[in-house]
């Protein structure tokens, strides 16, 4: 079973240009999450779709960032135009439950520098 | 908000020695999970404690949990090199999982 994989693993933007995520979870999960770790802070919750509605995007931090899932599989993050506290590392994670139920996976990030 | 929160921050032992991190949350939850990061790594699943368990092994792993006090240890027995990494605690109360800042596990050989 192949896990769930993040595109690109690291990006390098200036300020104000924009950036689009990728995440392919594990196939047959419905539930996708996105989380932001800034350096030395917490790994804090973005969002979380069921399928391809958002079941919860209280922790998108504002309108620059626009998170999709067409059809239920893959999603994307996008965010524009960036900022410097943009930076960290973005993670993407599934599961075949919700996270109150199962356990998470979880790509390898991907590690964003805005200059 | 921040839910978990780990401590020590940072711990460094020798191999064949015992790791104890400790995690205090605040609100009430369904379950807590432990994670491990390897560095430049995804987390990865550890072990699951439900609100109704107090104690639960996997392997070297022990994890307790008190939700009187709203905290949970997770103990490594044995320590190897490899266990070196990030350990995260989160809890699931709503659909999504809350993690706190990590404990940073160096095992020196």
């Known amino acids: 079973e192949a896990g769930v994989t993040q595109f690109p693993s690291h990006s390098v933007i200036e300020k104000g240009q924009t950036v689009t995520l990728r995440c392919d979870p594990i196939?047959?999960?419905?539930?996708l999450y996105w989380y932001r770790r800034v350096m030395g802070k917490e790994i804090k919750f973005l969002l979380h779709?069921?399928?391809?509605?958002?079941?919860?995007e209280s922790g998108m931090p504002n309108n620059r960032f626009l998170a999709e899932r067409t059809g239920g599989t893959y999603s994307t993050l996008k965010v524009q135009p960036a900022e410097l506290e943009d930076s960290g590392v973005y993670f993407c994670?599934?599961?075949?439950?919700?996270?109150?139920?199962?356990?998470?996976?979880f790509g390898n990030g991907t590690r964003l520098t805005v200059t | 908000s921040q839910q978990g929160e780990e401590d020590p921050q940072a711990l460094s032992i020798q191999e064949g020695e015992n790791a104890t991190m400790n995690c205090s949350y605040k609100?009430?939850?369904?379950?807590l999970q432990w994670y491990r990061q390897n560095s430049g790594r995804g987390l990865v699943h550890l072990i699951l404690i439900r609100s109704n368990e107090r104690e639960k092994h996997s392997g070297r792993l022990r994890v307790t949990l008190d939700t009187s006090k709203k905290s949970s240890s997770l103990l490594i027995t044995a320590s190897r090199a490899a266990d070196t990494a990030s350990y995260f605690c989160a809890t699931g109360a709503g659909t999504a999982l809350i993690f706190g800042k990590g404990t940073t596990l160096s095992v020196s050989s």
């Open positions: 779709f069921v399928k391809e509605s958002k079941q919860d």
């Open positions: 609100t009430s939850i369904n379950n």
């Open positions: 196939s047959g999960h419905d539930n």
């Open positions: 994670a599934s599961s075949s439950r919700t996270a109150s139920n199962s356990p998470l996976h």
